[in-house]
């Protein structure tokens, strides 16, 4: 997907536009969870949509569920989604950090090699 190290590294517009394209798929990535949290406090605990949305949110965040759960369902769900929501952190963090670091040691390579 990258360019190789014998390559030189990209210009820095295309270093945009890849990093532009990295956070697009990011953001779709938290859209569809929130959607995906949003649906499932709504159903297992009946929650409105701006308190299913509040509790999403705080569990991709990090911070844990505003309103605790009350039903079996419920707890069950949020249990796998709070589970969920680190997994999509880490990638998260992962895809938006890869090329910037990937640009970093390519240009420290590339400058190594040109001596």
């Not at 995906?36 to 569990?59: H, K, P, Q, R, T």
Request: glycine share 10%.
């Amino acid at each position: 997907m990258y360019e190789p190290h014998r390559k030189p590294p990209l210009s820095r517009t295309r270093f945009l536009r890849r990093l532009a394209f990295h956070s697009v798929i990011v953001l779709l990535l938290l859209v569809f969870s929130l959607i995906v949290g949003i649906a499932g406090y709504v159903y297992f605990e009946n929650l409105s949509c701006l308190d299913a949305f509040l509790n999403s949110a705080m569990l991709l965040g990090g911070m844990g569920p505003v309103d605790p759960p009350k039903t079996a369902g419920g707890k069950l769900f949020a249990g796998i989604y709070a589970l969920y929501a680190g997994l999509v952190f880490i990638i998260a963090a992962g895809f938006l950090f890869a090329p910037i670091l990937h640009r970093v040691l390519h240009k420290f390579h590339w400058e190594g090699n040109q001596k």
